[in-house]
C-alpha cells in the first residue's frame, strides 16, 4: 500500500519508501563492518509485530551471516501508553548464551519497552547486546535507551506504515506517514 492511494487518510508523510531504504542499507553496511569477525552468526531480535518489515528489509541488506528470531511482549498499562511492566507474550527459540545479539525496532518511544527488553536479554549470557531502531522520537524519551544505530529521529506525532500501525492496520503501508484526525474519530 503506498500513501497516494490513501492520501485522504493521512496528514503528511514523513520518510518516503526511498528514504527509509538508503537509511537501511547504510546501516547495514555499518552492521557487516562492526561485526565482521564474529565466530557465530549475528542473532537479529525483532519485537513483534511492529519490528517485521525492519527485520526483512534490514536482513536482506546486511552480507554477513545472521540468524533471526521474535520476541513477542505486551506492556501493561492503560490504553495506548506503554507503562514499562513488561509481559514476555512468545520467548526467544534461540539461547543467548555467548551470542552478539541486535535487538532490531521499528520505533523508539518513550523507551519503556525496550529498556525492559535490555535487562532482560542481558541476563541469559549473550557476550553483546545492542539495538537498531528505525525511528526515534526524542521528545517522547522517558527512560534513556542508548542505540548503536538509529535510522531517523523523527517528531513526537503518532505514525503509522512501514511496520507501525493503528489499530493493526496501515503496517503495510511503505511510507510512513501521519494519520489523520478524523481516522482517530477525531
Ligand atoms: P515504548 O518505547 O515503550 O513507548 O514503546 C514503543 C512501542 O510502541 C513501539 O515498538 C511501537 O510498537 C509502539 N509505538 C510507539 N510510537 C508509535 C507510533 O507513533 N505509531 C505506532 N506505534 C507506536
Ligand atoms: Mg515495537
Redesign the pocket.
Known sequence: MDAAAISNELTSVVLTEDQLQTRIREIAAEIDEDYADLDKPLLLVG?L???VMVMADLARAISIPVQIDFMAVS?YGSG???S?V?RIIKDLDIDLTGRNVLIV????????????LIKNLKSRGSSSIEVMTM?R?PD????E?HARYCGFD?PN????GF????AEQYRNLREVAVLAPHVYGG
Open positions: 519485537v509485530k511492529g519490528a506492556s495506548t501508553k506503554s514499562g513488561v525496532e521499528d520505533i523508539l518511544d518513550s523507551g519503556l519497552t525496550l529498556s525492559w525511528m522520537k517522547a524519551i522517558k527512560v535507551v523523527i506525532e503518532f505514525v503509522v511496520g507501525l500501525d493503528y
